[in-house]
Every structure is written in C-alpha cells, then in structure tokens.
C-alpha cells in the first residue's frame, strides 16, 4: 500500500486545514500536563501521526463525504441534510473519529470526547460555518487528529 | 431526527442485501450456543437492529461510499483504486463495522471479527464480484447487523 | 445469568458513590441540550443504565480493584502504587470506563471522554482523596454510568 | 513511568503463557496473508507489542484477576463464580482483551474476535482447565496479544 501523506496535506489543505490547526488542539490538551511543552513539539507530534495509513485512510474518506454532501452526490436526503446541518445525532462524524482515536490509546480517546466538547481553535470556527458549507467530518478529524499526537506526546 | 428504517431497507435491497442474509449469519454466530434457535428468531433481531438510528446512519453512510466507488464519484484515485479491489489494509470498512458493533458490547465485537475472517453465506459471495461492483463496505455492514443480533439474542 | 443490580448498588455505597452522584454528572452533560430536563429525569436515567448486566459487571470488578488496592492485595507493587496514586498513564481504569460507554454509542464515548477531563461534582471530590484510599476506578465508574445514561437521554 | 516488562513477562510465566504460545496464535493468524511468515518473526512482532506499556498495565490486571478469583479474594460472590467458569456472558475478559486490541487498530480487533472463537494452540488448553484454576483473561491475555503482534506484522 502506497503511502499517501502527500494526497492527505493537500485534502485537508484544501478543506481549510492545517497541520498548525491539529497542533494548537494538541497543545491546548497537553499544555497542563507537559512542562515546557512548544507549539514545535505538537506540530512534529501531528506529523508523525499523518505518517500512519490507518489515519490517512480515515482522513481522506472524512473529508471526501464533507465534499460530497456539499456537491449533493449523496443519493440519501435525510443523509444529505444530516450532514449539511451537522445533526448532533448524525453519529457516523464521531465514529469515525473515535476509530482513528482508538489506535492511540486510552489517552486519544479521553481527549477526543473532550475536544469534541470544547471544540477549540480552528475546530469552532469550522463549526460556525456557512449553509453551503459541509464541514461535518473536518471537525471530527481536527479533533481526532490532535487527539492522537496528544497521545503521542504524553507516552513520550 | 426521522426513523430512516425505510430509507435504509430500501438502500439495502437495491444492493443486494436482505434481512434474511444478515439473519443467516445471526444463525451461523449463534445456532450453537442457543438450544432450538429458529431463523425466525434471528430475522427478528435483524429486523429490532435495523431499528436503531445509529445503525441506520451508519449503514446509509457504508452503502452510499460503496455506490460512489462504483460511480467513479470519489475523487481520491488512491482510495477508489483501495475500494474498488476491496483492499485488506484500507480499514475504513471495518472500523465502520467495528463502530456498528461496539454499541451492541463484546459479544457483538467478538462476532464481528469472527464474521469478518470467515466470510460465511451472503458475505462471501459478495466477496467474490464483479470487477465493476464496489462491495467494500456491504460485506461489513451485513457482518455488522448480524453480529449485533447475535449479541441481542445472547443477552435475551 | 442473574441480575446483579442489588450487589452492584450496594458496592457502590460502600465506595460513596450514589444514583444521584451519577445523575448530577449526567446532568451536566445533557442539560445545555434537552430542554426542561430534571434530575428526576436523570435519575431515572441512570437507574435503566444500572439494570445493564454488562454494566453491572464492570461496575464491580472495577470497584473490587479499588478495594483490593486499599487492602494491598494486589500483588504487583507497580500496579499497587500506580492505581493508590491514580497515575495518569494508568489507562486500565479509562479502558473499563470507556468499554462501559462503546455500548452506548458515539454520545456516551465523547461524554465519557469530556467528563474525565472536567470532573464534576463527586468525580471532583473522589480525586482529591487521602492517601489510604484508592478512588482509581471509582471516578471513571461514576464518569462511564453518567454518559451512558446522558447517551440514552439524548437518544429517546 | 517504570517500563515493566519484567514484572509482565514473569507474571505471565506464573500463569503458564510464554511468548511462543502468543506468537504460535499470531503465525495461526497472518501465515495465510504474509508469504514466508516465521516462528521466529512471530517472535519479535510479540516481544515488541510487550514493550507497550498500555499493554503490560492491561495484561498485569488482567491475570492479577485470574490470581485473586483462585484465592477466593474476591468479594463478589457472583463474579467469583463468573469467573471460576469463564462464564460466556461475564464480558469484562473480552472488554479488556478488545481494550488492548483497540491500540492496534482493526486488524487487531477483527483478529481478536476471530481468534476468541477459535481458541487455537495454548488458548483452547487453557480454556480446558481444572476447577480450582482461573483462566478467565488468561485467555483473552493471549489472543489480545497474538493480535496486537498480527497487527504490526500486517503493517510492516
């Protein structure tokens, strides 16, 4: 399997996300608990998690059905419409993201679930979003993308 | 949020799943630990779990990628290509599965990945298709019903 | 398999953890989102999720952990110090929580994850705990059963 | 945190499992999909996953538990017997067998539940136990581990 780090950047570059957005989350979840810890730390943590294909695989597929909802390509109305609004319990977004959190440990899941509550940074302003705009998905995977450096970084 | 128990039986069919396969494997899973299990008794299951609204988000969502794989309506080249020859590593699959489960406890889990490595009666023929059929995710979401059917039948 | 719903309640007393504990926990989690919503609905809530044989399982093997360690019957001087000073890195005591919360689906797992880092109310008060006592997997039992009665409020 | 590799091997030992009965599990598990797959590559993939810290916490618990339901230590009648038959629907076992498999991602979890099934080499021994043995996650200890070391050897 080919690895597709490359085609990921560019997706979530596209979809209005950055590396430095995964990071601010992670730092806002480990800045309490690591001593001394840097902006330069949790973006090295965030690129070594977009190295793992489970969460490029994960990633790629999340932001792809943002795009599709937005280009009405989903057949399902009720789908289409969960989607476009963000329905609180639409439910795949989370499962997604917490299946991407689970490789990480109980560390990445607890912080998912938090973060998902909090919704900080760059996940709030992508909730606040325009009607035309789906980002159903691209918050979940901020969150479950910062969940799992955090991970990283607290079992370094 | 709307009862999609239509949308979704309908969106099965037309993929070649029915009740009846899902509730085939719930026999395969159970038939030896339940003394005089019917299929009767596990189409019921089958049907009480199609009636949970997370199922059903879930497995519109797992058709439709399915539908748009075949279409050509993913834009990903990397993740069509995964789909499309059904990919052992892509993961996204199973972790909707796995999401599937996990609301139904351990023996729905256990079920999953047991169904999942054998492969039994609809699921295995959905296995060998066409070049130009996309089942990546149909064999997972029938794996998925029969596993939480299973596990509703274990705990009755 | 009998209900173990008495034994379960009664080892929660004697840990001081009550319904109402749980209820003001799952409260707290679901009053910004259903309108109107009282303790005696949570209550209530939280009563359902006790009657769960799954549930009442964990509660108390997690609950005998805590007692063990206090007695310092656990063999394994690491473990022993580890759960008497409720180390953060710990993790076995989030894995029984968040098992507990999978079967309740995406609602319950982000609410578990989201309580464990605020603490509430008698989480708050289990953590700051003297040092004879071991509250390791008391407060990710109290954290688990509120989520899994805020998932079932948020879904019925 | 200590590393307590160590104090888990030794433990494990104790309890009558080496590192050759949990990579004979995961040969069982990947020799059909990884062309030239040995004992010996079994081996290593297991010792690595040993090296897990999540996962020595979760294995140390784990069979501290098996331990204390021989000696009677445990004060819950009702678990004491769960556990002293491996009782199908006690689930706790599978909840942290599954917990360990989660960190692994899907390949650890869909071989776990597949392999709880089939019970191959040293797990279906210790599933044929004398009464006054505890093997309840002794079990689950194993296939976890087998499938955490399948997982790392389907993505090397």
Do not use: W
């Amino acid at each position: 399997m080919t690895d597709n780090y490359d085609e990921c950047i560019e997706l979530m570059t596209r979809r209005g996300i950055s590396l430095e957005d995964c990071a601010e989350c992670t730092y806002f979840l480990q800045a309490k608990y690591i001593k001394g810890l840097t902006m330069a730390d949790c973006v090295r943590a965030v690129d070594e998690v977009m190295h793992d294909r489970d969460i490029q695989n994960a990633v790629i597929i999340a932001l792809e059905l943002d795009v599709l909802a937005e280009k009405g390509t989903i057949e399902s109305k009720y789908i289409k419409e969960a989607m476009m609004k963000d329905d609180g319990l639409f439910g795949v977004d989370e499962l997604i993201g917490l299946g991407m959190a689970f490789n990480y440990g109980p560390v990445a899941l607890t912080s998912f679930g938090y973060i998902d509550k909090i919704k900080p940074g760059r996940i709030g302003e992508l909730n606040s979003k325009k009607d035309s705009v789906c980002n159903t998905f691209a918050d979940d995977v901020i969150g479950a993308i910062a969940s799992c450096a955090a991970s990283r970084l607290a079992h370094a």
